[in-house]
């Protein structure tokens, strides 16, 4: 298969076409300047933003994604996301934790990720405006790994945070500073470590360190971000609640400015707190969003939630005013010899099952049992 050269990058499966160009809307980073996201807005006082979780590229999601078709073969990622890319495009900003590299093939899952650029591209049509990068996986690949990532997603545009490929970038992206109808919003991301290797210079990789945020968050008020919001790559895998480290990091953030603070890492879902801030205000920690997508089929990992948030400005000053969650489900099934997934939002379906292809019943009896778990993991409360 030949290399993908990113100064022109073009997709063409299933009739879908993409090309890389200013078609999208969205503009480039240049020293301070913020990413404008701006639209026209109906509701200019409100701000509508999605947080998802741990997006995952294990081996056979890649080989599910194969399109065969001659001479238009390749991955096509966009069907994992047709029933929740309505959803995602609702929002007036949505995020996602990419734990996977583009590194180029050969494409690998556990334990080195190396996902297709297909995948970025499918992620982007979902309705996708940010993905952040400082997690465990992103030197999975070493120093190009980090590099090609981070060359792809400026090829599509898309915009992100959390690694970077020389101290410039570092310097005019971190913390990242979004302006979108009116608000100006500030996103730190950080990683508690990275598996391979650690990032050493002339790339960088945020690492949770407590005096490099606190620096973050004076660059953040500089800039007069008028909201905060922490990314971090944290906690014990496969865990359903938060543990002590978890919580004294959140405490630290609230304590130093941070407004809203959300997790990723543990692939399994872990509680939605609300915290007392610098000035004595309340500050909302969602621990853990769990999977996105992924191959993890066991009972707490085969699925995850989107954190729904919305901010308010009244009399200059911003406020989250509301929030709620949507728990998705990941569903598997085989498909001409290879494993295929979908996205499927738990409520609707339970709803409306007649809108969704047939499911079987175990895996109906899996979509359910996951859905009463994440409810005792976050009993509904505002």
Known sequence: MKTIKLSFFVVICFGFLVIIGSSYGFMGIKGFKAINLNSVSEDPIHLKLIFAGDIMGHSTQIKGAWHEGGKDSCYNFIPSFKWVKNYI???DIAVANLEVTFAGEPYTGYPAFSSPVSLAVALKDAGFDILVTANNHIMDRGRK???RTI???DSLEITHTGSFKDSTQWNNNSPLIVEKNGFKLAFLNYTYGTNMSKAKPPIIVNYIDSMRIIADLEK?????????IAILHWGEEYKNVENETQREIADFLA???CNLIVGAHPHAIQPIKKIEGAMGDSVLVAYSLGNFVSNQRWRYSDGGIMLEVTLSKSDGKTSLSDYRYEPFWV???PDKGVQVYRLIPVIDYLNYPEDYP???????KMLKQFYEDTKEIIPVEN
């Open 89 to 91: 495009s609702s929002a």
């Open 358 to 364: 047939a499911m079987s019943a175990e895996d109906e």
């Open 220 to 228: 953040a008020r500089e800039l007069e971000a008028d909201f905060i």
């Open 255 to 257: 304590q130093n400015g």
């Open 331 to 333: 569903r598997r099934y």
């Open 151 to 153: 060359k792809v997603l």
């Open 145 to 147: 790994g980090l590099e």
